[in-house]
């Protein structure tokens, strides 16, 4: 295994239904699946996972097919969120997941959060960060342009690696420094085009009308919320310039036993700008609903 910067766990691997993952496993105790978003992989939560294996709980953080460390199949068609959804127990099955706490982040939110209403019984608790459980009631007409049309969008995020170039610069998507040798870790798995599939895939599955594959698929998730009696933590950055702190607030307030917390002077990476910060609260979180529920 080469040695990574700030990333000191070990690699595992499991083939999921033809696809072979790469995730991090560390620690005993709780289990807390970690699924990140686009155009990342589980290097993102590589602040969080010391703190809450030091506090008792079991991390296990996917690398989703087509990031990271796992497959990714040069056919933009091979990705759908359904897909995504499908290879997630597969991989919970064997590790023998039980009562999984899951944490989501841009699209690791739909994607764990359907996990987690397909699966109600092996589900204790959910932490939601910076995504969206709903069909967005709008998109700027330059990210419909640039990164939903076809093959001219996929030219731009394969070819000329737009959406990382974007994603992956100082100031935007992070509010904090990021070390250098951290960014070259975000950027490692995706250097050429035929590795970009995933990335060209996500942008449109984005459900921005009622007729779109996914909005039904996504929608649900708000539904279900709503009546799905689940300790909730949700945690909205105050400077991501995709999702914003009122639908955090919005999702927190729906459901029924949520709880609502902005994390300050973070961006739309919010594990890596305050990762030990989040940690932290999700234990206080935890630990508060052990003592309700034993109570």
């Known amino acids: 295994m080469p040695e990574r910067f700030q990333y000191p766990f070990k690699e595992n691997y499991h083939e999921v239904d033809g696809i072979r993952l790469h995730y991090v496993d560390e620690g005993s105790g709780p289990p807390i699946l970690m699924v990140h978003g686009q155009p990342t992989w589980s290097y993102l939560y590589r602040k969080m996972i010391p703190p809450l294996v030091a506090a008792g709980y079991r991390c296990v953080a996917p690398d989703l097919m087509g990031f990271g460390l796992s497959d990714k199949p040069e056919n933009e068609s091979a990705y759908t969120l359904r897909r995504h959804v499908e290879l997630v127990p597969g991989l919970i099955e064997k590790l023998d997941l039980q009562s999984v706490i899951a944490v989501g982040q841009d699209w690791g939110g739909p994607i764990s959060l359907r996990y987690a209403i397909d699966h109600r019984d092996n589900v204790r608790a959910l932490v939601i960060l910076n995504t969206l459980v ?18 001219f969008s996929s030219f731009l995020m394969r070819r000329l690696d737009l959406f990382r170039k974007m994603a992956f610069r100082g100031g935007l998507m992070f509010k904090r420094p990021v070390d250098t040798q951290a960014m070259e870790q975000y950027k490692m798995p ?47 950055s105050d400077k991501d310039i995709a999702f914003k702190v009122e639908e955090g607030q919005r999702i927190a307030n729906m459901v029924p036993n949520g709880r609502f917390q902005v994390v300050r002077d973070a961006g739309h990476y919010l594990q890596e700008d305050a990762g030990e910060e989040i940690a932290e609260r999700m234990v206080t979180f935890l630990r508060d609903e052990a003592k309700v529920t034993s109570s």
């Open 190 to 236: 995706h250097p050429t085009a035929s590795t970009r599939a995933g990335i060209a895939a996500f942008p449109k599955m984005i459900p921005d009308n009622t007729n779109h594959p996914n909005a039904e698929y996504i929608s649900e998730i708000n539904r279900t919320l709503q009546e799905w009696d689940i300790p909730v933590l949700v945690m909205f």
């Open 134 to 151: 709903r069909t967005p009631p709008s998109m700027p007409l330059i990210f419909k342009l640039i990164f939903r049309s076809g093959g």
